[in-house]
C-alpha cells in the first residue's frame, strides 16, 4: 500500500503527525494508539516492510478468545508513528486526541513463513510482547468479497489468555493515574504492578545478611487493597478474584490500603502444596486447604515501602496480616540456609528462597538479591518437539526436550513417561499450532531411529529425575506438567552451572541480566565509581534500568559517541566511535569520516539491553548526534551551551538563560533548558530535521548576538579560553554534524552522580543547583511527571518567522 494514501490525507503544515518517511530497519515493533477522534476507537498498526501496517479496532483488542474484534485495516503509517502522541487540531484528518496504549515488539508465530506473505493472503498468527497485550493472535481477513477491508483480531487460549469480560478502556490512563508498569518508584493502588524475580540459585549457603523462606509450589499472586475494594492477580496482570474467593474476601478485612506480594497453595493433610489440585481448585469440591502465604509488601497507607529493606518491610507485614483462615503471613529463619534447605528438602517441598536481608523491592526485575534453590530432581525444560509412537492408540511416544545453556537452545533429554491419557490428548492438540520443519538442534545420535516432530519452543513444562549424566542429558525423566503461568520470554530454564556467589563479590564476578529476550553479563558489578558518594557500577546499571523508558527516545537511531569511564570517574577514560567487536544483537551504522578517511562503525542504542550493555562498558554518559541515521544532515535540534569560567557564578548562568528565553519568547520560539550536569545550562530549540546543521548554527548564532546584546559584560562568543575573560561562553558551535553533547537524563563522572536534567523554566530561578539532580533524585522526581523535554524532537520551529520577529525588534 506504501504512504502515499498517508500523505494524500494529511497536511504536515497543520499537523503534528510524522511525515511520510519509510525506514526498513525491520525490528517487528507493534504499537496500539487509543484515539479519541469522531468516534473513539484503538489503532494497532504492525511494522512490517518499511511502513506500519494499521488497522482501525472500534471495540480495542481482548485478551478474551471468545471476543472476536473488528479490526477494519487503514491507510499504512510511517515507522515514526511508533511513538506519535497529540492532538490532531480540528479540521485534519482523523482529528481527536492520541495517546499510545500498548507498544513492544510481535513475532510471527511462523518464522519459516514470510509475514509478507501471509499478510497478502490474509491470515497473520502472531505472537505479541507487550505490557498489555501479551501471547498469541490471529488477524484474520474477513471472507466476504464486499468486505475486503474488514479483518478480525482473536486472541489464542494461551497461558496469558482470561476468560473474563475483557473492556480495554479499564486500562488506559484515564482508567488508572499511572500506566501501569511504567513507574517503578511511584505506586497506585489502582496499578497492576510486576513483582520481583529471583535468579536461580544452585548452591545453598549460610550467610548472616541473608534470610531464608520456604519456596511454595503454587501461583504468584499480588493484592491491591484499597478501602475494601480488593484485586487479586496474576504476576502477568491476570484476575484471581473468582477463582480464589475466599482468599479474596478475607483480604476484604484488612482495614489499611496495601499492596502485598506472595504465593497461593493447596496444602494437603500433611501441610504439603498440591499444584493440580491448585490447578483445578473448586471452593465446594477441593480437598485441602487453600492457603495465601504473603511474604512481601510493597505499599501501606499512602507510602511505598519499596525502599525499605526487606527485613523492615516484613516487620511491617507480620503485624498487617490478620489472624485468618486462608491469609498466613511467610516467616523466615536467618543466616542458617544449609539446614532450612535440607530440611526442605526432606519434608518434600520445592525448596528455599534466599533473600538479602537489606534488598529493597526491584518492580518488574530479576535480582541477584533474591536466589531461588530447587530440589535438583524437579527442573523447568523447553518443549522443542516429540517423537511418533508406534502405537496407533498412542498420540506420541516422548517429548523432547531443551534448556538454555550460554544463551543457546540445549538438548537435554527425552520424556516418556508420567502422561496421563487425558494429557497427551491436551498436549498434542497444544502442539499442533506449533509444528515447524526446522529442526530445534541435531539430535540424532539420540533418537535411534525414532522420527522427531519439531515444535516452535514455547511451551514450558516440569519434569522429574534421577541425576544429569556426564554429557548434561537427564537421567529418567518423568513428566509432571505443563506450566501455562510461565512465559517462555520471561523465564527460559538454564542449564545448571556456577552461580555468582551471594557472598560479598570479588572484582572477578559477575551476574547475568535478562533484558528485551537478550541475557547480558554484568561484569565487576560492585566496582566503586563515584567513590566520595558510595556509588558502584551496579548503581549505574539500577539508574539506567529505571529511566530507560525515558531516556530512550533521545538515542534510539542516533550514532552513539561513546566515552568510557571502566574505572569510575577518577580513572582513565576514553572516548570511541569505531566499534568492531558488538554483539550481534546490537544495531549499528556506517558513516564515512573524511578526517580520519574510513567509514565509521558508530552502535545504535535502540533498545534497554543495547543501553545496558554500554553501561556495562563503562559509559557513564551518552553522546547521541543531534541528527538520525534517517537524515544525518538534519538534526532534530539546534543547541545553546551556556558555557562558564572559573570565575563565574551558577547564579550568572541562570541570569543568561533567563534574558535567553525572553528573547526566544521575543521571536515566537520555545525553548527548553536542562542542565548539563557539570556547571552549565543547555538550551535546546526544535529543528525537526526541517533545516541543515549549517542552517541550524547559523540561527543559534543569531540568537547569541542577541542574549550579548543584552548582557555585554557577562557573556561572550569569543571560543578561546585566553581571549573570552571571566565570561560566559555562548557556545553555537555545538550545532556540527557529528558533533555531541551529553544526553537528556544522562548521569555525568562528576562528583556527586549528578545528572543533565530537563528543567520547566519556572525551575530556572535563584536557588537551583546542579546537585539538585542526581542518580537517586532524578528517578522519583520522574515517576511524578511528565517528560516535557521531549518536545524537542517534536515538530520544528518556523526560523523564518522568528527571524523576521528579531528583525522587528532591531
Known sequence: MGLKAYRQKRSFEDTPEPKDVLEKSNQSRFVIQRHRASHLHYDLRLEMDGVLKSWAVPKGPSMNPRDKRLAVQTEDHPIAYLSFEGVIP??????????????????????QNSLSSDYNTGKLKIIFHGSKLKGLFTLVRSSSMNKKEQWLLIKHDDAFATDLDYDAEDFTDEAFSIKPFQNPKKLDLRTLVKPMLASPGTKIFNDKDWVYELKYDGYRALANINNGKVELYTRNGISLNEKFTPIHKELKNIAHRAILDGEIVVLDAEGMPQFNALQNYNEETTKGVLVYYVFDLLHLNDHDTLELPLIDRKQLLKELIPEASHLHYCDHVETMGITIYNQAVEMGMEGVIAKKANSRYDLNLRSPHWLKFKKIENTETILCGYTLSKKK?????????????????????????????????????????????????????????????????????????SEWTSSKVMRHPVFLRLREDKNLDLEQPQLPSKNPTPQKKTPDEEFALKVDGITLHITHPEKSYWPESGYTKYDLLDYYIQMSDIILPYLVDRPESLHR????????????????????????????????????????????????????????????????????????????????SDENTFEQIIETALVANDILKLASIEGFCKTSGA???????????????????????????????KLPKLTTLERSLKKRGPKIYLDYLQNRKGQTIVAPYSLRPQLHATVSMPLL?????????????????????????????KAVLGKAIDMGKAIEHLNNLS
Open 393 to 465: 492408540s498412542r498420540k506420541f511416544a516422548s517429548l523432547i526436550l531443551g534448556m538454555v545453556e550460554d544463551g543457546q537452545l540445549t538438548y537435554v533429554g527425552t520424556c516418556g513417561s508420567g502422561f496421563s491419557e487425558e494429557q497427551l490428548k491436551e498436549l498434542y492438540y497444544k502442539f499442533e499450532v506449533l509444528k515447524t520443519e526446522e529442526p530445534v538442534f541435531d539430535i540424532r545420535k539420540h533418537l535411534k531411529g525414532r522420527e522427531a516432530v519439531w515444535l516452535i519452543p514455547k511451551l514450558i513444562c516440569e519434569v522429574k529425575f
Open 90 to 111: 480540528k479540521g485534519n484528518y482523523g482529528a481527536g486526541k492520541m495517546t499510545i496504549w500498548d507498544e513492544g515488539n510481535y513475532k510471527n508465530l511462523h518464522p
Open 679 to 709: 556547571s552549565g545550562l543547555h538550551i535546546y530549540l526544535p529543528m525537526g530535521g526541517k533545516y541543515t546543521y549549517e542552517e541550524a548554527r547559523d540561527f543559534t548564532k543569531l540568537l547569541c548576538y542577541y542574549i550579548q546584546e
Open 761 to 789: 523554566w519556572s525551575e530556572v530561578k535563584t536557588g537551583l543547583k546542579i546537585t539538585d539532580y542526581t542518580i537517586k533524585t532524578v528517578p522519583n522526581i520522574m515517576a511524578e511527571r511528565k517528560d516535557s523535554f
Open 565 to 644: 569511564h571502566p574505572n569510575g570517574i577518577h580513572g582513565e577514560s576514553f572516548y570511541q566511535k569505531d566499534n568492531e567487536h558488538l554483539p550481534d544483537w546490537t544495531d549499528t551504522h556506517t558513516i564515512y569520516s573524511t578526517s580520519s578517511d574510513k567509514d565509521i562503525n558508530y552502535v545504535l542504542c535502540q533498545n534497554k539491553a543495547t543501553l545496558l550493555y554500554l553501561n556495562n562498558l563503562g559509559c557513564i554518559e551518552l553522546h547521541p548526534w543531534h541528527s538520525t541515521i534517517y537524515q544525518l544532515d538534519h538534526p532534530d535540534y539546534a543547541i545553546i551551551d551556556l558555557d562558564p
